[in-house]
């Protein structure tokens, strides 16, 4: 069952496909919402809801974001964020995804809330006080003191018998996940650039030569012409096309980046037409937004408005035309590095420090003068869109910057190219947008900590439509170890999206820098994968069309177990498998809860060399670095494709 309650005069997100019908009257201050069969009530506040909790509810849900599966213990807010650093203390990643269940201790009790509005939402899941559950809206501050008058949104309850169903339902109130293409599932190698296509060819032929499994490469900001979306370096890369089908021959699938910004300059056609269609964000006084970004000066595409996004979706075709299938979106939370009017007070500014004798109180008032510079939050309240007819200031609709660029691409892929199935990934999101295309989870570091929270993400991501997704193996910053790219890659494995990308400066990962063990067993753990693929590929799609999750916590497969609802590094993914991986350093192995009778896998590599039943319960299971287990449901069987293949068949 679906309740809807309208508060105020929302601001649409187009995140929902069901038309619900809204309860007639809204509960005021301090009054009950909705009484939940078994569980607390909810109560309307001020600025939005409270709820009690009970020391054995876990609360699942809000996508992207840090900690663990249980989302308890911590305060979390939606404000789609360019945030490099993924520590604990993080309120806000990328994307916003407003979706969580509250599941009790007997199967029946749980219940979901969406809060559906593109501003800033915050949920202190125990936070302040261990017992309650508190949602607000943060209004847009220089706004009215009034809270009550912030209050526009949609609030949804979905109550059924299992958390299983319960997000089932909200996933068929939210429309179908897209469905990426069979080869979007083999291995990728991506960097902080391949700068020319003679680097492009190398680092193929480096896989292909050691039999390293690959099958796409990606192209970072250095494949274009000074980082204009959609030229391509006339230098580094003017055999571009030719690139494109000779990778093809090779089974390999150039994937370049294209970034939200575009840049200030005449003669660039993207932004000649732009400003002749006034289809750039606007300032208050109506004139094109400047902001900095990787060019240097760009204007932003107003993603929102639908003549623009039709627009810029179409500028997509100048890369597949030269056969380019698939695509990933960045920087479209969007990232500002700065604004052309902030930079310009900043500078001012910090000319007043020029003389002075910087003592406790001016030097960090100086230090954080020229650390304000980016993604400052008074930058979004000064640019607008036009959405729907009306002017909207930014900071009211920023959660859904990434999602309407991206859908701009995935509508003109439906219009361009009707019968090819493009691959389509951003780094910003909003439910909603997972109709439309994948995520990637963003700058991670080579931290193990990062290891695990990429396997935690997997299950909350899921929940929220978001089936196409993975993060970057061996972690972005920082640099990695070959035992961290081993562990990370025998997770990794398991992921719909399984791309190794690091950045600018860090240690070089592709597979074959490192010594020929490492190389052999990552390889090894590589082909893993492909024998994978179909079980994987058909766990995906299945979960796709019945609003399924791939990647469950256990607690939601064994909800009557109370061992089962504990764990937090293991996962049931599809129906057959459940996989428990290694992120600490150093381990040989890890214990393992084995929530009913099943068979274990272990491979060394890609071969299959031992199978060993085992009875529920607690147990230690050695995993030496270079072996994965999976562990088999008793009635359900995995089927493994053939080894050595090297690409994805299609
Ligand atoms: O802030 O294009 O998340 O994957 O390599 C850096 C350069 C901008 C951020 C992306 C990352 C990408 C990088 N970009």
Redo the contacts with the bound molecule.
Sequence with gaps: MIRRFTFGNPIPTEAVVLNIEKRKAVPPIDESIAVMDGMAEIKRTVNGFIMKMRDEDIVYGLGENVRGINKRGWVYESNNS?E?KHEETRKSL?GSHNFIVIAGEKPSENYGLFIDTPGKVRFDIGYSKYDELKIEVIPADGDSEDYTSELNLDLYIIEEDTVLKTVKSFRGLVGKSYIAPKWAFGYGQ????YMSSDEVREVVKKHRDNHIPLDSLYL??DYMDDFMDFTINPDTFADFKELVEDMKKEHIHLVP?I?AGVKVKEGYKVYDEGVQNGYFCKDENGEDFIVGV?PGKCVLPDMLNDEARAWFGNWYKVLLDLGIDGF?N??NEP?LFYSEKRLKKVFDEIGEYKNKNLDVNTFFEFSELAGSIANNPEDYKSFYHNYKGQKIRHDKVHNLFGYYMTRSASEAFKRLVPDKNILMYS?SSYIGMHRYAGI?Q??NRAFWSHLLMNIQMMPSLNMCGFLYTGA?LGG?GDDTTSDLMIRWLSFGIFTPLMRN????GTRRQEVYQFDSKSMDMMSGIISLRYRLIHYLYDAYTKACEQDEMMFRPLGMDYPSDKDARRVEDQLMIGDAIMVAPVYTQNATGRSVYIPENMTMLRFKGAELVEKTSLTKGHTFIDMPLGEVCIFVREDKELKLADAGAEYVEE
Excluded: E, V
């Design positions: 360019d490099p990328y991506s960097r902080w650039s970072d900001i980046i970034d990787w990933w960045d920087m990232a780094r990637w963003g700058d970057d972005f990308h690091s950045a600018r």
